[in-house]
Structure formats: C-alpha cells, structure tokens
T-cell receptor
Framework: AAGVIQSPRHLIKEKRETATLKCYPIPRHDTVYWYQQGPGQDPQFLISFYEKMQSDKGSIPDRFSAQQFSDYHSELNMSSLELGDSALYFC????????????FGSGTRLTVV | AQSVTQLGSHVSVSEGALVLLRCNYSSSVPPYLFWYVQYPNQGLQLLLK??????LVKGINGFEAEFKKSETSFHLTKPSAHMSDAAEYFC???????????FGTGTRLTIIP
C-alpha cells in the first residue's frame, strides 16, 4: 500500500540558509500535518492543511511557512535556519481530517551546521 | 487543551517478561488515544488506537491497551517481551473533532536478554 512520502530523507544546511521539505500524502488523502521532533523530544505539531487551506497552527516559528498544493502535496519552507532547527520533521496525512487512517511518513532529518 | 504524561522515560524488562508502559491523559472532552512506536532513525508507526467502543484495544505485535476513563489512563501492555520490541514508545491524545495529536515525552523500552 502507498504510504506518506517525504523528501529528502536527510538534509544538511548551514545557519541562515533556507530549506524546503516536501510531503506527498497517501492517494485520496486531503489533509496534511507537519510535526517537529527535536533530539530526544516528543513530536510537536507545527501546522496542518485541509483541502489546500491552513486548518490549524501550532508552535511554528514565523521563519517557517507551509502550503498545500492542488495535488495535495505539501511543502514546509524554513528560512534563516538556526542550529535549534535541527530535528526530525514528520508529515502525516489523512482523509477529511479524520483520525482514522492517520499515517506518518518516515520523516526528514534536518541538520543545521 | 489536552496533555499526556508518560511515567518512566526509560523502562527495562527481561525478554519474555511483561511489558507495561504507562500513559495518563488530560482532556476536557472524550479523547481519542493512540500508542506509536519509533525505531531508531525511523518514523512513527501506529501500534493501536482507542476512539469509541470496547475499552480494551488490541494492536500490532501483540500489544494491547485499556482505556480507563475513571483513571484517565491508557497503559500499554504486552504479555511477553521480545528483543525486537526495543524502541521508543509514544502515547498521544486528540480531542474529538480536532485531529491534531499531542504526544507524551516518550518511553524508551530496553529488552534485557
């Protein structure tokens, strides 16, 4: 079965650079969520989209922005990167915002040096 | 707002012994409850979830959890630990109608041969 695809799997950036993370949801899923998991931390909700509109916002820095495109894939754009942004970034998708079928991708590990 | 408390950041059990990982939640409305497992450098895999109905929920890999409303608990158990169970386990909660997940801080399970 198709899963949630995240790219890239690993990314190394320098401070003050920009990074773009991509998430491709399960086919026919219209809702995407982004989470950030720092080293040794629990995942923290960043932002979510339903039908290409932002549906909820968590602890996402102003330096970050995200959007969902017409094909339902989503991109998380991170600017002016800081060392503290080093984390595992997860995307999850579901259909209609339902908790049934809520599925996580394998994540993108971002390292800021 | 909801929250999750996982008692014990590290739990060690002998192979073949009972696994018990504790999770207590706080929610102003009837919750949806989840257990996820995370292996090193991998994504979050759903073990089991409680939404409605039977309070004893069976999941993958022989795990089960019981929703106890009076105790606001959702402890995860497995009768006999296997070496492959060594991983990080996260309990998560969501208010019904709000699909954002709030995670606990995780419990690292170590299996002693």
């Amino acid at each position: 079965a198709a899963g949630v695809i995240q790219s890239p799997r690993h990314l190394i950036k320098e401070k003050r650079e920009t990074a773009t993370l991509k998430c491709y949801p399960i086919p026919r899923h219209d809702t995407v969520y982004w989470y950030q998991q720092g080293p040794g931390q629990d995942p923290q909700f960043l932002i979510s989209f339903y039908e290409k509109m932002q549906s909820d916002k968590g602890s996402i820095p102003d330096r970050f922005s995200a959007q969902q495109f017409s094909d339902y894939h989503s991109e998380l754009n991170m600017s002016s990167l800081e060392l503290g942004d080093s984390a595992l970034y997860f995307c999850a998708s579901t259909k209609g915002g339902s908790l049934y079928g809520y599925t996580f991708g394998s994540g993108t590990r971002l390292t800021v040096v | 707002a909801q929250s999750v408390t996982q008692l014990g950041s590290h739990v060690s059990v002998s192979e073949g012994a009972l696994v018990l990982l504790r999770c207590n939640y706080s929610s102003s409305v009837p919750p949806y409850l989840f257990w996820y497992v995370q292996y090193p450098n991998q994504g979050l895999q759903l073990l089991l979830k409680y939404t409605t109905g039977a309070t004893l929920v069976k999941g993958i890999n022989g795990f089960e959890a019981e929703f106890k409303k009076s105790e606001t608990s959702f402890h995860l158990t497995k009768p006999s630990a296997h070496m492959s169970d060594a991983a990080e386990y996260f309990c998560a909660v969501s208010d019904r109608g709000n699909e954002k997940l709030t995670f606990g801080t995780g419990t690292r399970l170590t299996i002693i041969p």
